[in-house]
């Protein structure tokens, strides 16, 4: 097969993550996606420690919820993976437990199969998890190595275990994680910050698409015209603001281990009068999992709205297909609520993020982030969200939070990946 501007794309299959990291670059890899804990030539015991790592996060993080127990339980797990206080500024190189652990299992042999494979046509090695970088440098990878970073700052176990001598080159999302990776001794020629990667299916050629979706968000979203229309991009100017009728739409997207998904069921609840009434449409985000789909037809059926064209489940069992599934439903959305997982960076669309209270250190500062640049709003009471969602349109917030996420949140991320990688080529 024809090798030219293709690359290997190895993600894991853990949560959504770092495989929704790679979705948008499906059509520059060589075979497809591959995850590090289920390649073809993964052996048995390989396969065994990372479906017992991946079981483990999800029961932790959904016994989060438990009253005091499940909440100690997880500031236990979550301890193992901390990101330390950004400043002051210093040298934060020594390795970290959870960075050791999994040195430890690459050199047991984690990749090790699959290196070898790759090895054999050593095009650009790009990947969303950094495991899989450790293994490219310790089985010595003779291509280029890449590593997406899938959050707005990162723990110790991102950068190499020796990164004076590392040759791995990051593509990092913003400014905070250059910064981090310096402190841990990345050396900053191999730090590029090119923003997270983005569906190209919701930008388009010249980012036609994206406009025409900020556009039509910022319509229904400022209906008293809180926004002054001067200090839009050139871009967005040049679409009329004309009035137009269109019910707001919302989705709430539920994380990969499934946690959250009965605030999804509080909203459908409080907002049924107005769903009934066409007054609001709302998405309910079952991702891959079954269980959580299952769940939402409950309770879709307990509220009488199964068959109402105004609420749907967003689901496929299979990831990639639900990450097109998903990336197709936010066409139309107005309102992207959810926890501030990668998910954060798809501000960059131009959407408001109503943040559900964070799950694990990296959401911490993931909601750091989308507050500041201000395309995040703190969610209120969900059992009062048919009160404080209209109050929140008709004050403007939602539309200053939509409009800062298009001027400040990077859309053009997969576009920088693209060329960074083959700008000798």
């Known amino acids: 097969m024809d090798s030219y ?83 002051p500024n210093r040298n934060l190189e020594k390795q970290s437990l959870q960075q050791k652990l999994f040195f430890k299992e690459v050199k047991r042999g984690v990749g090790k199969k699959l290196i070898e494979r790759l090895n ?39 950068a190499p275990i020796s990164p004076e001598t590392s040759r791995v080159k990051y593509l990092a999302p913003n400014n905070r994680v250059k910064d981090r990776l310096m402190m841990y001794g990345v050396k900053e020629s191999n730090i590029i910050i090119t923003g997270f990667p983005l569906p190209l299916e919701n930008i388009s050629g010249d980012n036609n698409e994206l406009v025409n979706s900020v556009v039509k968000r910022l319509r229904t979203l400022d209906p008293n015209k809180i926004i002054d229309k001067g200090i839009l991009s050139t871009k967005v100017e040049e679409h009329n603001f004309i009035n137009q009728s269109k019910k707001p739409t919302i989705t709430f997207a539920v ?48 509220l009488n709205l199964r068959n109402n064209p105004n609420i749907t489940i967003v689901y496929h069992p299979q990831k990639m297909e639900y990450f097109r599934l998903f990336n197709l439903c936010l066409v139309d959305t107005d309102i992207l609520w959810t926890k501030p997982s990668e998910l954060s ?16 250190s990296q959401e911490v500062f993931n909601r750091e982030w989308l507050l500041t640049i201000g395309a995040g709003l703190d969610s209120l009471d969900p059992m009062y969200v048919d009160e404080w969602i209209y109050d929140w349109i008709d ?16 859309h053009n991320g997969t576009q920088n990946i693209y060329e960074e990688i083959f700008k000798n080529n």
């Open 255 to 302: 994380g990969g281990a499934g946690a959250q998904r009965e605030i999804a069921a509080l909203i459908a609840e409080k907002l049924k009068k107005d769903i009934e009434n066409g007054k609001i449409k709302l998405n309910l985000v079952a991702g891959s999992r079954l269980d959580v789909y299952n769940y939402f037809e409950q309770v879709l059926e307990k």
């Open 120 to 158: 054999k046509n050593p095009i650009p090695l790009v990947t969303s998890f950094f495991v899989a970088a450790y293994a490219a440098e310790y089985y010595k990878y003779k291509g280029d190595i890449y590593c997406i970073v899938c959050d707005a700052d990162i723990s110790r176990a991102w």
């Open 345 to 360: 960076f798809y501000a960059g669309l131009g959407l408001p993020i109503i943040i559900s209270d964070p799950v694990g």
């Open 395 to 410: 004050d403007g917030r939602l539309a200053k939070a939509s409009l800062n996420a298009y001027l400040y949140a990077e």
């Open 5 to 87: 501007n293709k690359i290997h794309l190895v993600a894991a299959d853990m949560g959504y993550g770092h495989q929704r990291a790679i979705y948008p670059l499906i059509e520059h890899s060589l075979d497809g996606p591959i995850n590090l804990n289920d390649y073809l030539e993964i052996e048995d015991w390989e396969k065994k420690y990372w479906l017992n790592s991946k079981r483990a996060y999800e029961k932790i993080s959904y016994f989060k919820k438990v009253p005091l127990l499940g909440d100690f339980v997880f500031k236990a797990m979550d301890y193992f993976q901390r990101i330390e206080k950004f400043y």
